[in-house]
């Protein structure tokens, strides 16, 4: 039998191997509907039954409040992007955004078609490698929300808390697409929150967007139809035709989440394996090193280069040849990254700090 590889990729990502035998067992036959999930009609009280579970689950492991609506979209993060300004401003509306990666910069970009985006904070001259002081910023007091990124993808930034928004009707919305579920979040300290579902919750296909209900209902006129939050809620997100399976998927992961003790329980097993992923780094005497500042270094995506550069490639080789798959860096970084999701088991992150001591011994 074919065997697995331990998965860094930092999406399309790894998914639990029990998720996926579910999804297997029930693939030709889902329940006693005498048919795939992939074949149903998304009308059908079985699919119905999917989807309301799967909402009701992620309700229960994140508690989000009643007056929050949980949408399953299409188009990804990246369509969020316009979303968000198209649904909550006119176009002369001001927003705010703090930008410690290339995902708040491109969100932050497409934005600004749609309204006034001011960019507040930048750690680009940095190179992405903090996050700044929330005092130390200004706001717009106008501004009817704040932008941020909780966890950046590329650079291996990570929010350990959040800035609260200085104007009265400023709302906090943010990009979780990385950090979705790996620990609990004051889900009422936000306007919107979004994630593709890809890195640590499902396939590709489905974005989750969490929206206070008050919010819903001023979109933009020219919104297209399939971008404006009002429409998908008043429908349950079955305005249109939903990603059925990759909801289906999710729903699978959610409800493995909450068997395995909710995210208080996921949050400790994601910050032992990033802990000696990270010991690992510092303690090799510089051969690795992570330039991301340590108090906010993420927990999903870990990012490292070798002192000497020129041993990358074979370090990202030899790894392949011992069964740990796509530890390349992003192309717009180079280096090493390390994604390591839920899903993620802590074998595959020791195996991975045992091969880096092993190659470092070799290399030093
Ligand atoms: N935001 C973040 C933080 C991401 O990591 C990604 C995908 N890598 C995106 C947005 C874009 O997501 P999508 O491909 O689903 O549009």
Known sequence: EKERVFNFAAGPATLPPNVLKKAQSELYIWGN??????????????????????ESDLRELLKIPENYEVLFLQGGATSQFSAIPLNLCKPSDNVDFIVNGSW????YKEAQKYC???????????????????????????????????????HGVEYKNYPEPKGKDTVLVADMSSNFCSKPVDISKFGVIY?????????????????????????????????????????????????????????????????????????????????????????????????????????????????????????????????????KGHRSVGGVRASIYNAMPLAGVEKLVAFMKEFKAKHA
């Not at 149903?40 to 309301?52: A, E, N, P, T, V």
Request: proline fraction near 4%.
């Open 195 to 327: 994630a593709g579902a890809q890195k640590n919750v499902g396939p590709s296909g489905v974005t989750i967007v969490i929206i206070r209900k008050d919010l819903l209902g001023n979109a933009q006129e020219i919104t297209p139809v399939m971008l404006d939050y009002k429409i998908h809620a008043d429908n349950k997100s079955l305005y249109n035709t939903p990603p059925c399976y990759a909801i289906y998927i999710c729903g699978l992961v959610f409800e493995d989440l909450v068997a395995q003790g909710g995210l208080e329980a996921i949050a400790k097993k994601n910050l032992e394996k990033a802990s000696i992923l990270y010991d690992a780094i510092d303690e090799s005497g510089g051969f690795y090193r992570c330039p991301v500042e340590k108090s906010v270094r993420s927990l999903m995506n870990v990012p490292f280069t070798l002192e000497k550069s020129e041993l990358e490639g074979g370090f990202i080789k030899q790894a392949v040849s011992q069964g740990m798959v796509s530890l």
């Open 33 to 54: 509907s005498g048919m795939s999930v992939m074949e149903m009609s998304h009308r059908g009280k079985d699919f119905l039954s999917i989807i309301q579970k799967a």
């Open 104 to 107: 708040g910069d491109k969100a």
């Open 116 to 154: 006034k985006a001011n960019l507040i904070w930048s750690g680009k001259s940095e190179k992405y490698t903090k996050i700044p002081s929330f005092d130390e910023i200004e706001q717009n007091l106008d501004a009817k929300y704040l932008h941020i990124c909780a966890n950046e993808t590329i």
